[in-house]
């Protein structure tokens, strides 16, 4: 499996990726998750729609905290047809307690806590700390990324407006 030695940074401490880096154009691996009920559920589920994915290290963080909730209301914006999932090694029962305490109702968020095949697949596993990189890929309708956004230094929030234009500009 590639790594990519460096690839992050946590408060200018540098760590590797590992998996291939999916790049726009290529077909969105399909991997299985957890949703909040313990129900696994692939990417493939949400064929149809666009799909926003916003990998985060953990939802019990300053940053992966603000980033959910800013795309929890971005989402109450858009059309139906776009759906927005944060992905994380966090168990479940976590992502569901918090979604529960912050009130986030419109983003689905899954967890990658069992094989870490999302993390792997996308590109986005951090070796020596086995959390994801903060990272959002945009999948179209017939299941294909069209736009990739990894952020650099972990502790910095993705460029919402950019993620927000591609997804919209998908709608038509």
């Keep these: 499996m590639a790594e990519r030695k460096g690839a992050v940074t946590l408060r200018g401490n540098a760590f590797t990726l590992v998996g ?54 971005e989402a109450a914006k858009l059309s139906e047809d776009v759906v927005i999932l944060t992905v994380s090694t966090d168990l479940p029962f976590a992502q569901k307690r918090w979604c529960g305490a912050a009130g986030v109702d419109k983003v689905k968020t899954l967890s990658d806590h069992r094989e870490a095949g999302f993390g792997q697949a996308y590109g986005v596993l951090i070796k020596e700390l086995r959390l994801l990189a903060r990272s959002i890929f945009i999948v179209d309708k017939n299941g294909v990324v069209q736009y990739v956004q990894h952020v650099k230094e972990l502790s910095q929030e993705p460029d919402y407006s950019a993620v927000i234009a591609a997804a919209k500009k998908l709608l038509g």
């Design 20 to 73: 291939n880096e999916i790049k726009a154009g290529e077909k969105a691996p399909d991997v299985e998750l957890l949703d909040n009920d313990l129900k696994p559920t692939q990417i493939s589920d949400f064929k149809g729609k666009v799909v926003v994915i916003s990998a985060v290290p953990s939802l019990d963080t300053p940053t992966c905290d603000m980033e959910t909730r800013r795309f929890n209301t």
